[in-house]
Every structure is written in C-alpha cells, then in structure tokens.
C-alpha cells in the first residue's frame, strides 16, 4: 500500500488550501532578475524603527543561550500601562496570527461554530477550517463587513466571531455604534474577536476602539500586531487584550515561548518610539491620498479605506495586470482568493514607491 499521509490527516486539514504570504523580495528578485523591486504586497510598514534597527540590534547582547521570559512579563507591562488594561488581561503571540489560532483552539470544538464576513481576512476561516469548525461566511455590503447579517448567522453552535475592523483586503471599517449594537444583541455564550491590526494609523474618533469597549463586553477580545505600524513584521509579535479569565484560558494552549526574546525587547523599544508612530502615520496619510488621487485620475475606483493599502477596482480580470506590473518591477497583491478577481491591493509604500506603482499601473493598464 502507498503511504499517503493526506488520508491520515484529519478532515479539516485534509481540505484547507495553505494561506498565501507575499514573497520576501530577495526571491522576488531572483525570480524575475530585477533590480530592486518595489514590494507593495504585504501591508508592512515600508520603514523600520531606527530605536530598533540601529539602536538595539547593532552590538545587540541579548543572552541568546537561554530560553526568552516565557511570561512576556516586561512587554506586557509596557503594553498594559499603554492601553490602561492589568498584564494578565494580554496574551502575547507569534504575531496576532498566532492569537487568532489560539482562540480556535481553546474554544472551538469540531461542528462548532464561527461567524465571519465575506471578504474578510483569510487566517480566520484558515483557524476555523482547521478544526472542523462550521464555518458560516455572511454577505458584504459595499465589500466591507454587514454586522447584522453576520448576527443572523449566529446560532446556538455559535462559539466565535471575527470582525476585522479594519477589514484586510479592502480596507473597509465598521463605527463603535455598530460594533456595540451587534455586541448588545448576541447570546452571552458568543465570543467576539474583533482583529484592529491597523489600528493605530488612524486612532482618531474615527476607530472604535475594542480595548475600550472590554470594560462592557466581557466576551469581548482585541487582537493587536506589531506587524504594520510598528515596523517589525519580520520579528513576530502580536497580542490580545480581553478579560483576564479569557486570557488564562488562551494562556492554557500558547506554546511556553511562544515570542522570542529578540521580539520580545524589539517590541518594547518600538512600543516606546512614539516619534516613529507619528510619522508613519503622516507618511501613510500623505501616500493614500497620493494613491486615491492617482488612481481616480487614470479612471479607477478603489474601496474607501482607513489602513495602509488600497484595493483597487481595475473593472477586468486583475491577474493579468498584476503580471504586467511585476515584469516592471512592483508588487502588489492580487486577491481573487477574497473573491475579488478584479482588485488589486496596494500597500501605501514610501513616497517614491507609491509614484512608481501609479505609472507602472497605468502602462500595465495599457501594455
Ligand atoms: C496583517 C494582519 C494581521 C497581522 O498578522 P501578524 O500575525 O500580527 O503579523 C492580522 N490581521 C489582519 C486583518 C491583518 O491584515
């Protein structure tokens, strides 16, 4: 008999289709032979913090023998007295991804339950499937999250929900009176995880902010990143904030180091580098609206959006173009695997960078 380790796994592996990250530009390079590529395709920050680069990396003597703080005890008391919330209310992870997994695992038996919005972030439904957990996709509206279609589908085998707020690909947002009316209106039983890994490029009246809203809504969680504003997507770091009862159940099913240490005093540094936040920040603001503007002057209209990329109607199959863009150098990302074929996503890069996008754009649109 052949060894087939597919029949093996159990079913809802056996079906998930793997997720599919950007390609680090040094393949990218390889690849296609280029010069520097312009890498427009994964909603990093396009800077890195100096206080972390420069100033902790270079002669860093981090005991490197020895295992990290498998606590996080010093990131989490940064973290807690920034957000105003107790350390035992955060859960640090391998990146917020990591914590999405760990509240499917510890809370989402197989043939339960868990709600998500169409177009919304593929981790989510990645987590659930993986599992065996009934997934249940509600319609968008205007590409962006329908918080009562999505409360239609909660039913008793509900266990969790996941509102990306805002929602990755299409930059879509949803206010704090709709998020507040949807959470008065579920069982008790349901726990919501509502993802604000772009928070802080808009942290104005705009956002609701879910850290805020624990203080009401006990079954409530926030995932953060250190992935996008902060700069440090390659170190891995990200947290959840909920209530402490939630978090020591998700303390039960994190690996025991789970952030490394180098994350782990990378992330601290960047947390106190408020000079980098602001100006990235001002550099995002300035790129959308350089991004909006280019791309309503070639004709083309692109979804409304309050994080650091752009989704892009191109009004044909975006593959092709995609193809084009990349033969001159930029990448971006298509998503037809958010059911979005005519779409590219953009990420707001440096100023040069966003310039460069544009008129590669237009003669890919051409040519
Ligand atoms: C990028 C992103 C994340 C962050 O993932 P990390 O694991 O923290 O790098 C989480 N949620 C959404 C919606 C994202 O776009």
């Given at each position: 008999?052949?060894?087939?380790?597919?029949?093996?796994?159990?079913?809802?592996?056996?079906?998930?289709?793997?997720?599919?990250?950007?390609?680090?530009?040094?393949?990218?390079?390889?690849?296609?032979?280029?010069?520097?590529?312009?890498?427009?395709?994964?909603?990093?920050?396009?800077?890195?913090?100096?206080?972390?680069?420069?100033?902790?990396?270079?002669?860093?003597?981090?005991?490197?023998?020895?295992?990290?703080?498998?606590?996080?005890?010093?990131?989490?008391?940064?973290?807690?007295?920034?957000?105003?919330?107790?350390?035992?209310?955060?859960?640090?992870?391998?990146?917020?991804?990591?914590?999405?997994?760990?509240?499917?695992?510890?809370?989402?038996?197989?043939?339960?339950?868990?709600?998500?919005?169409?177009?919304?972030?593929?981790?989510?439904?990645l987590?659930?499937?993986?599992?065996?957990?009934?997934?249940?996709?509600?319609?968008?509206?205007?590409?962006?999250?329908?918080?009562?279609?999505?409360?239609?589908?909660?039913?008793?085998?509900?266990?969790l929900?996941?509102?990306?707020n805002?929602?990755?690909?299409?930059?879509?947002?949803?206010?704090?009176?709709?998020?507040?009316?949807?959470?008065?209106s579920?069982?008790?039983?349901?726990?919501?995880?509502?993802?604000?890994?772009?928070?802080?490029?808009f942290?104005?009246?705009?956002?609701?902010?879910?850290?805020?809203l624990?203080?009401?809504?006990?079954?409530?969680?926030?995932?953060?990143?250190?992935?996008?504003?902060?700069?440090?997507?390659?170190?891995?770091?990200?947290?959840?904030?909920?209530?402490?009862?939630?978090?020591?159940?998700?303390?039960?099913?994190?690996?025991?180091?789970?952030?490394?240490?180098?994350?782990?005093?990378?992330?601290?540094?960047?947390?106190?580098?408020?000079?980098?936040?602001?100006?990235?920040?001002?550099?995002?603001?300035?790129?959308?609206?350089?991004?909006?503007?280019?791309?309503?002057?070639?004709?083309?209209?692109?979804?409304?959006?309050?994080?650091?990329?752009?989704?892009?109607?191109?009004?044909r199959?975006?593959f092709?173009?995609?193809?084009?863009?990349?033969?001159?150098?930029?990448?971006?990302?298509?998503?037809?695997?958010?059911?979005?074929?005519?779409?590219?996503?953009?990420?707001?890069?440096l100023?040069?960078?966003?310039?460069?996008a544009l008129?590669?754009?237009?003669?890919?649109?051409?040519?």
């Amino acid at each position: 008999m052949i060894f087939d380790p597919l029949q093996l796994a159990i079913p809802g592996v056996r079906a998930l289709q793997p997720y599919q990250p950007g390609k680090p530009n040094d393949i990218i390079q390889r690849e296609f032979g280029k010069e520097p590529i312009v890498n427009l395709a994964s909603n990093e920050n396009p800077r890195t913090p100096d206080s972390v680069a420069r100033d902790f990396l270079n002669g860093c003597n981090e005991p490197f023998s020895r295992y990290p703080d498998g606590s996080g005890h010093a990131l989490k008391n940064a973290l807690a007295q920034k957000l105003d919330v107790t350390p035992n209310q955060i859960t640090l992870g391998n990146g917020s991804n990591d914590v999405l997994e760990l509240l499917v695992k510890a809370f989402v038996s197989p043939g339960e339950g868990v709600v998500v919005s169409e177009h919304a972030f593929a981790v989510y439904s990645l987590a659930a499937s993986a599992v065996g957990a009934e997934l249940k996709t509600a319609p968008a509206v205007e590409w962006g999250h329908d918080l009562q279609a999505m409360r239609d589908l909660v039913d008793r085998k509900t266990k969790l929900v996941f509102i990306a707020n805002p929602n990755n690909p299409t930059g879509t947002w949803i206010s704090e009176t709709e998020v507040c009316t949807f959470l008065d209106s579920l069982p008790g039983s349901v726990i919501t995880v509502i993802d604000e890994a772009y928070f802080e490029y808009f942290s104005d009246a705009q956002m609701p902010d879910a850290v805020h809203l624990l203080n009401r809504y006990p079954a409530l969680v926030a995932t953060r990143t250190f992935s996008k504003i902060y700069g440090l997507a390659g170190f891995r770091v990200g947290y959840g904030v909920s209530s402490p009862e939630i978090a020591d159940i998700l303390n039960r099913v994190r690996q025991p180091f789970n952030v490394n240490s180098l994350a782990l005093t990378a992330a601290e540094r960047a947390l106190k580098d408020e000079e980098f936040l602001i100006r990235s920040r001002e550099l995002n603001n300035q790129g959308m609206i350089e991004l909006v503007n280019g791309m309503s002057s070639l004709g083309l209209r692109s979804i409304p959006s309050i994080a650091n990329f752009l989704s892009v109607d191109l009004q044909r199959p975006a593959f092709p173009v995609f193809e084009k863009m990349l033969q001159r150098g930029v990448l971006v990302r298509p998503i037809a695997n958010y059911g979005m074929p005519n779409h590219l996503r953009f990420t707001i890069g440096l100023e040069e960078e966003n310039s460069k996008a544009l008129d590669v754009l237009e003669q890919s649109l051409i040519q």
